[in-house]
């Protein structure tokens, strides 16, 4: 995704997946907490539905549109942890894992020495989202 796009500026847009099909309304976006970079975004997909997140670093933005390039039937089954606080590592994997996509390698300054998993130390934060 452009990464000169305020993630603030995300929030109340449209998102369709890769067919043009309208998923709903970007909810909240989540940064991680060790870069400060956009990672996912809750797509509201309905008035009475929940949110789901879908990754932001294949998505685009497309006439003020933000462009997901999955179909909508793999997004709507993505794991839902609710909205408003922080996925945790075990969260994000199984997104990753859920997309297909592979985990972002780490800093080298994030690997701490005593840690197996460099994986377990990314963390997500929420960015203020639409009822904030």
């Keep these: 995704m452009e990464t000169d796009i305020d993630p603030r500026s995300l929030i109340g847009r449209k998102a369709f997946d890769r067919d043009g099909h309208k998923l709903g309304t970007v909810d909240e976006v989540y940064l991680d907490d060790a870069t400060g970079i956009p990672e996912w975004a809750a797509v509201r997909t309905g008035l009475f539905s929940r949110d789901a997140f879908v990754p932001l670093a294949p998505s685009t933005l497309v006439d003020d549109t933000l462009r997901v390039p999955f179909e909508r039937a793999l997004i709507k ?22 997309y297909g996509l592979s985990l972002p390698a780490p800093e ?16 997500f934060g929420r960015l203020a989202g639409h009822d904030d």
């Design 108 to 123: 080298p300054a994030e690997r701490p020495s005593s840690v197996s998993d460099p994986d377990s130390t990314r963390d």
């Design 77 to 98: 089954d993505a794991p839902d942890f609710g909205v408003g606080r922080h996925l945790s590592p075990e969260q994000e994997l199984q997104l990753y894992h859920h």
